[in-house]
Every structure is written in C-alpha cells, then in structure tokens.
C-alpha cells in the first residue's frame, strides 16, 4: 500500500474549491472587468467627447447608456465581491495550514465588510475613511507576507514584494492626507506625493513582472511548433507595439507637424480618461503602460485557460487599478491577493522504501501480462 502525505489541501486550480465557488469567482472577474470598461472608462470618454456630441447628437444616448450599464455593473460587482470573500474565506479556513497571521488578516477583511456596510447607510466622513484604509493595509501586508514567505520561487516573491510597495504608495497618500486633513494641520503630509509617483511606477513594474513569474513558456528555443510559433507572434507584436509607441512623435513631427500636434492631444486625453478611471498619472512614457498591459493580458489569458487562482487574483489585483477610491476596489485588490495565496502546487506524494522495492521488482499481476 502507498502511504501519502499531504501537508493541506490547497491546490492551484478554482475547480478545486467547488461550483459554487468557481463560478462566483468568475462572475467577478467578468463583471469586475465590464464595470473597468463601461463605468471607469466609457464614462470618462464620453464627458472628453463633449464637443463632439454637438455635431453627433447619436453620442449622448450612447455613452449615458453605456454608463448607466456601468453602473448597474458597480452594485452588481459589489455583491458578488461580498459573496466571493465569504466564500474564499471559508475555504481558507477549511485549511491546515492558517496561521495566526492569516486569521488576524481575515478578521480584517470581515471588519471591512461590516465597515463598507455600515457606510452604506451612514456617512464615512474623514474618520472613517482613516480607519477603513488603515484596516485594508494591515490586511493587505498580512496577506502578502503570507504570499511571500509561501513561495518558492524568487520570481514570485519579487512580483509580490513589488505590488504590495506599489499599491502601499496609494494607501500611504490617503492615509497620511486624510490623517492631517482631520488634525486641521496646514503643513503638507511627508513624503506623499513622492511615494504617489513611485507607486504607480512599481505598479508599472508589477505588470511586467507577471509575466515573468507567471506567463513563462514563450522561448524561441523551444522544439514544439505551436510554442514556438505562438512566441514568434507574441514578442513580435509587443516589440512592434513598444517601437512604435516610442518612436511615432518624433516620427510624425517629421512627417506632419500638425498630425503630431493633433496626436499628442488624443494622448493627453487617453491618459485623461486612465488617470479618473484607475489613478494612473501617465508620467512615464506611453509605451511603458502599454508594455506592461500587454505583459499582463497574456498572463492572465494564460493562467485563466490552466484554470489557476492566480489568474483570477492578479486580474482583480491590477483591475482594480491604482486609485482605489471607492471601497468596492480595495475588496477587489484584496481578494486578488487572497485567491494568490491559495495558488499553490500541491506537495508531492512521498512513498514508502517498500513501495519504492516493490515498484523496482515488479508487481506479479504486470509480469502475468507481460506473459499473455
């Protein structure tokens, strides 16, 4: 007989956990990311194309439905966000493995349910936007320290270390604004707009790095055909993409002064409509962001066709964005980190020293067919 030892039952795969589980998880990633789209986004573009609604009177009844889509999508969100973290907390502690850091962390995460409850029928106001960003940091740090000190590999744990600094940068600037906008302080926060800026740039970084720690598999060396070919078209498009991004100002002033002036301002719009719907500033190159989006796309495409946790937690973790103004975003980041944490490979199976002879001699049942 084989004796097998299991340290917990937690795998890297959502069919794992059950349907109830795994369809809730992804409602909330679909909805999550068609709330980005059509309230974040599509609602922002339509108030930049306010000037163009004049000659286009189709414009308004387009975008005020498409926002109004979007924001049904943001309750809807919201209760399955309740939902899921129910859920992903219950099979978290279904577990062997949960440490005491882990349950001070899922205490947290109910306290910011009970808080975004209750704010549901008073008022947050400065305090209580303190207390709920303060209580989303120590679980967010908790979280990720148990991610990090889980992991094997050196990939994973720099891609973890470096969201967890990247995001920090936000909370850092809304805590610390809203702590001296209750003490009535006129002196400006230390250090905050500073640790804004370098946020968002590990933010940036972050992206990329999921592609290192999780998209792995797009080497040109490689013997299969569709590997090879599907790496070919991958780094040709992104290479594509980043030369031309970086290249077509100059290249347009060359062509069409007037082109590029007119393309700069389309930009500046686009980084307009990003910088209200998920907090980034767009201070670095255009290409940049573009880079990483694509890093990130591939990803979690990846990882959401192997049916892994980690898909669907760094989708929510960078679906989210940057700013998260709204309590529905740092439950999203949350429960990314969460669902990341519960990607694991599951131990191998050890054997016995007598499993492991009778494996070597040879079992009479496979001599017997061997025979025949």
């Not at 789209?37 to 439905?65: E, N, Q």
Request: with cysteine.
């Amino acid at each position: 007989m084989k004796s097998a030892t299991m340290s917990d039952r937690i795998s890297g795969r959502i069919s794992d956990y059950g349907p109830m589980f795994e369809y809730t998880i992804k409602l909330v990633l679909l909805t999550s990311f068609l709330e980005l789209v059509l309230y974040r986004l599509v609602s922002r573009l339509g108030m930049h194309l306010s000037k163009m609604a004049v000659a286009h009177p189709w414009i308004t009844p387009t975008f005020t439905t498409l926002t109004e889509i979007g924001t049904w999508l943001l309750n809807i969100v919201a209760i399955l966000l309740f939902l899921s973290l129910g859920l992903t907390m219950v099979n978290r502690s279904a577990g062997q493995d949960v440490s005491r850091a882990t349950k001070v962390a899922m205490s947290c995460v109910v306290l910011l349910l009970l808080l975004t409850a209750a704010f549901l029928v008073v008022p947050s106001g400065m305090i209580g936007s303190l207390i709920y960003n303060v209580v989303a940091f120590l679980a967010l740090t908790l979280f990720m320290f148990e991610y990090v000190s889980t992991q094997q590999q050196r990939s994973h744990r720099i891609f973890g270390v470096t969201f967890y600094v990247g995001i920090s940068g936000w909370l850092y600037y809304q805590i610390l604004s809203t702590a001296y906008s209750v003490a009535n302080t006129v002196a400006a926060p230390p250090f905050v707009y500073e640790a804004h800026r370098i946020g968002e740039a590990l933010m940036v970084l972050a992206s990329f790095l999921t592609f290192v720690a999780y998209g792995q598999g797009l080497s040109l060396k490689t013997k299969n055909r569709v590997q090879r070919s599907r790496a070919i078209w991958f780094w040709a498009t992104t290479g594509t993409i980043f030369t031309t991004l970086i290249f077509t100002d100059y290249l347009l002033g060359l062509y069409d002064p007037a082109l590029a002036s007119g393309v700069r301002q389309a930009s500046q719009g686009i980084g307009w409509i990003f910088q209200f719907g998920m907090g980034y500033t767009f201070y670095l190159p255009f290409a940049i962001y573009m880079g990483g989006l694509l890093c990130w796309s591939y990803t979690v495409i990846k990882l959401l066709n192997m049916g892994r946790l980690a898909g669907y937690g760094i989708g929510l973790m960078f679906i989210a964005g940057y700013a998260l103004l709204f309590s529905n975003l740092t439950l999203m980041v949350l429960l990314g980190v969460m669902l990341l944490t519960m990607d694991r490979v599951r131990p191998a199976v050890s054997e016995s020293p007598a499993t492991a002879t009778n494996t070597l001699m040879g079992s009479s049942d496979a001599l017997a067919t061997e025979q025949v």
